[in-house]
């Protein structure tokens, strides 16, 4: 069951909010670049076509220009300006792929600056969630007589932590507080992480569409860039700049 967002904190559904925004920005972006890939790969085929089809023209005719021993004949004439026909168009089109090449890499930089957004608030997100769900699933919890014995021992040990004979002797021999207190932090969270581990196996592979599980990364296509490279945007914007004056 999907959670209604809308009895979330304010803070989860501005979260919820920035995620959904980059997510739509992104996906937009990713859309427009497949159009301009898809536009680029016609018309590099159709390049590649017509200079093959200009090339066999031209064997054609040359090969009918010696067997006719010179005649120029209609269907040679028709073959030769075939040939120049289909080598015109073709550098017409690998003037089209030059023309659209810069636009592509523009998009393809500004797709992979979007997808590293999408990236940090879906992180964001799913952070601020978790704190949420942690919070507010522990009130619940906690409050079950049940749970009562589990504090206490739990408690318990926080105290053997803190003030148990052998801890203190250990603790005695460090001369530095902050490194005391580091110590028994990181024995408290192993302590509950040791308690809990055993419920922790799969929770976090549950396919149920709810809370944290809802909100998922937006595969990146073959076309994409792996990030954005500032230093790559400069230089692209430098070239492009150059060709245009």
Same mark, same amino acid.
């Given at each position: 069951?999907?959670?209604?967002?809308?009895? +979330?904190?304010?803070h989860?559904?501005?979260?919820?909010?920035? =995620? $959904? &925004?980059?997510?739509?920005?992104?996906?937009?972006l990713?859309?427009?670049?497949?159009?301009?890939?898809? !536009?680029?790969?016609?018309?590099?085929?159709?390049? #590649?076509? %017509?200079?093959?089809?200009s090339?066999?023209?031209?064997?054609? /005719?040359?090969?009918? =220009?010696?067997?006719?021993d010179?005649?120029?004949?209609?269907?040679?004439?028709?073959? !030769? @300006?075939?040939?120049?026909?289909?080598? #015109?168009f073709?550098?017409?089109?690998?003037?089209?792929?030059?023309?659209l090449t810069?636009? *592509?890499?523009?998009?393809? +930089?500004?797709?992979?600056?979007?997808?590293?957004?999408?990236?940090?608030? +879906?992180?964001?997100?799913? @952070?601020i969630?978790?704190?949420? &769900?942690?919070?507010?699933?522990? $009130? !619940?919890? *906690?409050?079950?007589?049940?749970?009562?014995? *589990?504090?206490?021992?739990?408690?318990?040990? =926080? @105290?053997?932590?803190?003030?148990?004979?052998?801890?203190?002797?250990? *603790? @005695?021999?460090?001369?530095? #507080?902050d490194?005391?207190d580091?110590?028994?932090?990181? %024995?408290? /969270?192993?302590?509950?992480k040791?308690?809990?581990?055993?419920?922790?196996?799969?929770? #976090?592979?549950?396919?149920?569409e709810?809370?944290?599980?809802?909100?998922?990364?937006?595969?990146?296509?073959?076309?994409?860039?792996?990030?954005?490279?500032?230093?790559?945007?400069?230089r +692209?914007?430098?070239?492009?700049?150059?060709?245009?004056?």
């Amino acid at each position: 069951m999907t959670i209604n967002t809308n009895t +979330l904190p304010q803070h989860v559904q501005a979260a919820i909010a920035r =995620f $959904e &925004q980059d997510k739509a920005t992104y996906t937009e972006l990713q859309e427009r670049l497949g159009n301009i890939h898809q !536009k680029l790969e016609k018309h590099r085929k159709s390049a #590649d076509a %017509m200079q093959t089809q200009s090339e066999q023209l031209g064997i054609q /005719w040359r090969d009918a =220009f010696r067997k006719s021993d010179g005649e120029l004949t209609k269907e040679i004439r028709a073959m !030769k @300006n075939g040939e120049t026909e289909a080598r #015109d168009f073709a550098q017409e089109y690998t003037a089209l792929v030059e023309t659209l090449t810069p636009e *592509f890499e523009v998009c393809q +930089l500004e797709t992979a600056r979007l997808r590293g957004k999408h990236l940090e608030s +879906l992180n964001s997100l799913k @952070n601020i969630y978790a704190d949420h &769900q942690l919070t507010a699933s522990a $009130e !619940k919890l *906690f409050s079950l007589p049940e749970a009562k014995p *589990f504090l206490m021992a739990l408690n318990h040990k =926080f @105290n053997e932590i803190h003030s148990g004979a052998e801890n203190k002797v250990l *603790f @005695n021999q460090i001369p530095y #507080d902050d490194v005391v207190d580091n110590m028994k932090i990181k %024995m408290e /969270w192993r302590l509950i992480k040791d308690a809990l581990k055993l419920f922790l196996v799969g929770a #976090d592979t549950d396919q149920t569409e709810d809370g944290l599980n809802q909100y998922h990364e937006v595969e990146i296509s073959s076309i994409e860039l792996e990030s954005y490279s500032p230093a790559r945007a400069q230089r +692209l914007m430098t070239r492009i700049t150059a060709a245009i004056q």
